[in-house]
């Protein structure tokens, strides 16, 4: 198994990054939330969620390092240099979440599983965790098969997966970053003012900012709608029921 002492403190560090998002979401909210409950039952639950997290990126981790003895990767062979390959890794894994991301969208059996995470009327920090365990059973599959194969380093997985799910959990929150900060901050990651653009009941705006961490994946691919301190409506239009619908793009606005 792939063990490592750092691996703790990833782990002391993700459950720090969750209390502070969370208590900034509870202190300043972006919205009035009435059905959202910031007790220490639900926190305590959200910690659960994030050791869980580690736990599973702990597993896939071990998984690449038992493997890697028997499948030399694509990026092994490009280099042998060890921060080169954590960059490729990094930066790969953050790519194909984008495009597993619009996948989602674009392909109608895969979007009736994301549909779920796209219900919500509410966005906040819990609305990390709401997934279909089908979409969540897919997406571990296919990594299963391709990071080996890309040669995605172990040590790679568990820092992009600590530095993936404090940002899915800060954009998801209901923080009230403010209009400045989050046009400055959304140049280089995805802030709640792009994401919750993302949960629009509006198709061409749902159909947009598919990035996890770094919001330059849709500026690159022209999927991207600018945060304009537009009123969100959230949840599933309609219209979503018809497959030809899905995978259209947004557009960028000024």
């Avoid at 009035?32 to 702990?58: E, R």
């Avoid at 059996?109 to 365990?133: D, Q, R, V």
């Avoid at 598919?210 to 999927?223: I, N, P, Q």
Wanted: glycine residues 6%; aromatic residues 18%; contains cysteine.
């Amino acid at each position: 198994m792939f063990l490592e002492w750092w691996i703790l403190l990833v782990g002391v560090l993700m459950l720090v990054a969750f209390s502070i998002i969370y208590l900034l979401e509870w202190k300043h909210p972006r919205l009035k939330l009435p059905h959202v409950d910031h007790s220490l039952k639900l926190y305590f639950k959200g910690c659960g969620y994030v050791l869980v997290n580690l736990f599973t990126a702990w597993l896939m981790a071990s998984y690449l390092f038992f493997v890697s003895k028997y499948v030399t990767g694509v990026f092994s062979l490009i280099t042998d240099n060890f921060w080169l390959q954590f960059l490729m890794s990094f930066l790969f894994m953050d790519l194909i979440m984008y495009w597993w991301h619009r996948i989602n969208h674009i392909v109608y059996p895969l979007w009736k599983f994301h549909e779920l995470h796209h219900e919500e009327k509410e966005l906040n920090i819990y609305s990390t965790f709401h997934f279909h365990h089908k979409e969540i059973f897919i997406s571990t599959g296919w990594k299963t098969i391709l990071f080996p194969l890309i040669g995605i380093r172990p040590e790679s997985l568990i820092i992009y997966e600590a530095v993936f799910f404090s940002v899915i959990l800060f954009h998801h929150s209901n923080f009230k970053l403010g209009f400045i900060w989050d046009k400055i901050v959304g140049s280089i990651i995805v802030t709640p003012g792009l994401h919750h653009i993302h949960h629009s009941v509006n198709i061409t705006e749902s159909n947009s900012n598919y990035g996890s961490v770094f919001s330059f994946w849709d500026r690159l691919f022209g999927s991207i709608t600018l945060y304009r301190k537009q009123q969100i409506t959230y949840g599933v239009d309609p219209a979503y029921e018809v497959p030809e619908n899905h995978g259209k793009l947004g557009t960028e606005e000024e």
